[in-house]
């Protein structure tokens, strides 16, 4: 990456930041990260092979950087390592049924792995670890816990067709009230046509009380319906 990039830029500032101001507890904001994404829940089904993710962030860059996957916090998954940002990581041990699905060549560092054929007894607490020597030996985790189900009961579909089932039905109400407002000033109009045309004859200025409605309708097209 260039070192004039914006986003080379955006890393460097907190450093030089905090080089300027001589604080270490400035750079320790901005140091090694590790997240599993928005949510730190995933749901699989009974059989099926789940994606659990992890990435990390370090502004300092990493060397013989050491990752890890645990289950209920102390039984080893999955542990890599990763030479430096060039590369991809090289795998140490993992369990049989762990493939990892990563990569940290690109912009994300990517350590998320798969955990295939999920059985009931996979439902618990998955941690993704992260150390990086070359930030004197920082260590940072994030969790994530796994559900295994029968059958995929998405409650936030079903929230989400409830609120689109009224938005529309609501929408349905719109359009129906326009179209019979429009029904109606149809049969007005047609009624005050006939009626001014009395009015008309009689006297020409006594059509002031029905001359809103009259001529508002006049000015629109005749519906097509
Ligand atoms: C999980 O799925 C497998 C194969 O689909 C099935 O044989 C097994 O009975 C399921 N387990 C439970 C507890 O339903
Ligand atoms: C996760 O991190 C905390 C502190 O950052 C540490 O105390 C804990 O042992 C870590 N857990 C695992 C499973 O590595
Ligand atoms: C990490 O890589 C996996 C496999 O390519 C992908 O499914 C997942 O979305 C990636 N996660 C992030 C946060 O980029
Ligand atoms: C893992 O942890 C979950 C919840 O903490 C628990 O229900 C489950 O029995 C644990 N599984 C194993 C194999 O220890």
């Known amino acids: 990456m260039a070192p004039g990039s914006p986003a080379a830029r955006r890393r460097a500032a907190p450093r030089l930041l905090a080089a300027l101001l001589g604080l270490h507890v400035l750079a320790?904001?901005?140091?090694?990260?590790?997240?599993?994404?928005?949510?730190?829940?995933?749901?699989?089904?009974?059989?099926?092979?789940?994606?659990?993710?992890?990435?990390?962030?370090?502004?300092?860059?990493?060397?013989?950087?050491?990752?890890?996957?645990?289950?209920?916090?102390?039984?080893?998954?999955?542990?890599?390592?990763?030479?430096?940002?060039?590369?991809?990581?090289?795998?140490?041990?993992?369990?049989?049924?762990?493939?990892?699905?990563?990569?940290?060549?690109?912009?994300?560092?990517?350590?998320?792995?798969?955990?295939?054929?999920?059985?009931?007894?996979?439902?618990?607490?998955?941690?993704?670890?992260?150390?990086?020597?070359?930030?004197?030996?920082?260590e940072q985790n994030a969790t994530i816990f796994l559900t295994v189900v029968h059958k995929m009961v998405e409650t936030d579909n079903t929230v989400t067709i409830i609120i689109l089932s009224v938005v529309g039905g609501l929408i349905g109400l719109l359009i129906l009230f326009m179209l019979i407002k429009r029904v109606v000033l149809f049969i007005i109009k047609k009624m005050q046509d006939g009626k001014k045309e009395c009015l008309v004859s009689s006297s020409g200025n006594d059509n002031t009380e029905n001359g809103l409605a009259g001529s508002k309708a006049e000015q629109k097209a005749p519906p097509k319906a």
């Open 28 to 138: 320790i904001a901005f140091a090694l990260e590790v997240s599993v994404g928005k949510t730190n829940t995933v749901t699989a089904l009974n059989n099926s092979n789940v994606l659990l993710p992890c990435t990390f962030a370090t502004c300092i860059g990493f060397q013989d950087l050491v990752f890890k996957w645990y289950f209920n916090t102390t039984e080893l998954i999955y542990h890599g390592k990763i030479k430096a940002k060039t590369t991809e990581p090289t795998l140490v041990w993992h369990n049989p049924r762990v493939e990892f699905v990563g990569s940290t060549t690109k912009k994300d560092n990517n350590i998320s792995i798969v955990l295939n054929g999920v059985e009931f007894s996979d439902a618990g607490k998955y941690t993704c670890y992260v150390k990086n020597p070359k930030e004197r030996n920082a």
